[in-house]
């Protein structure tokens, strides 16, 4: 039971002490007022006005309108009546008697403690200092340059997905066809053939999933290779799952080539992508803006490293605890973080 009200308490708390996933920026008014001004429909006297107070803290009547002004649209439709709002001044008082007894003992000391106090002090820090790059401050002609210099990312040819089993001869080739074409959707046997027969290192480990690729003709950059009489084959297969009725010939061998998949082509107009655009070089632009603050930063401070150190870290692991070993579809990507793997070829439009 007592664990169950320190839930509860601490849900309850939560709408006190952190604020919504959407919160309305200044949904009342410009919270910091002017002399005369009504914020939140109160004026400076109003808010200065003492709601609540505990020991020597005082809880206002304008911190509490800050305090639901800061959430999001449900809870401040939730406290709309008086009556609703005493149930949230009594969270603010609890939060606060719970604050000052971790105080008390001293919970402000540890270190985690002090490293979150950083953390949303940073946070802050940014937010203000980089609060004139917002996606409105990008103008019109850099939205207009990015899309003219990344086209091929809004405009997209058709593309499909296929799989395919790629032998040496054709008699056997056909014969892969035969068993495969007399039981179209059973996908443990496909994976069982491929796995048997598939000659192509590149896809060997994918079951000849050879992932979406566009028309010989309307191939972009980055795509996969894929022959071309495979490419043209695949794009011929009218039903998602469905096979080429007749193996194909190309440079490499002879492939049999299974229809996994199929994306429309897009077409993105320049109205259509500038939301995106600017959300993207808003956020680009900021992380920039930052890097190049932190090196100003550390070349006016005294920064020492001693690197040797590093060697004499050490991180005990139980034996097979590696997230490669454990759980083969996650792969090392590039920045160190783990991306799963592609999954085999299921039949569906991943998109």
Known sequence: MFASLLVSGAFA????????????????????????????????????ATLAKI????????????????KGSFLRTRYASPERRREF?????????????????????????????KQMMIRRFLEERFADITPESISDEDVRAFYES???????PAQVRASHIQVRDRATAQRVLRELSANPSDLRLYRRLAEQHNQDADTRDRFG????????????????????????AAFQIEQIGGMHPEVVR???????????????AMRRSLEEAERPIRARLHRERREQAIEDLISELRSAADVEENLDLLSEVQIDLPEGDSPTVQNPQLEAA??????????????????
């Open 13 to 48: 708390l939560g709408a006190v002490g952190c604020g919504e996933d959407d919160p309305d920026p200044e949904p009342n008014g410009n919270p910091e007022g002017q002399d005369g001004e009504l914020v939140h429909g109160l004026s400076a006297e109003q808010r200065a």
């Open 55 to 70: 020991g020597e803290r005082r809880i206002t009547v304008g911190e509490l309108a800050e305090e639901l002004a800061s």
């Open 89 to 117: 001044l009594d969270q603010m008082i609890r939060f606060e008697l719970l604050a000052q007894e971790a105080r008390r003992r001293g919970y402000h000391e540890l270190p985690e403690v002090a490293r979150t106090r």
């Open 150 to 156: 990344h086209e091929s990312e809004f405009n997209t």
């Open 209 to 232: 999933d050879l992932r979406f690729f566009s028309r010989p003709s309307e191939r972009t950059e980055n795509e996969p290779e894929v022959p071309d009489a495979v490419a043209e």
């Open 250 to 264: 190309s440079d490499d061998g002879w492939h049999v080539v299974k229809l996994t998949g199929r994306r429309a």
């Open 334 to 351: 590039p920045s160190g973080a783990l991306r799963p793997t592609a999954p085999a070829p299921t039949g569906e439009d991943e998109r």
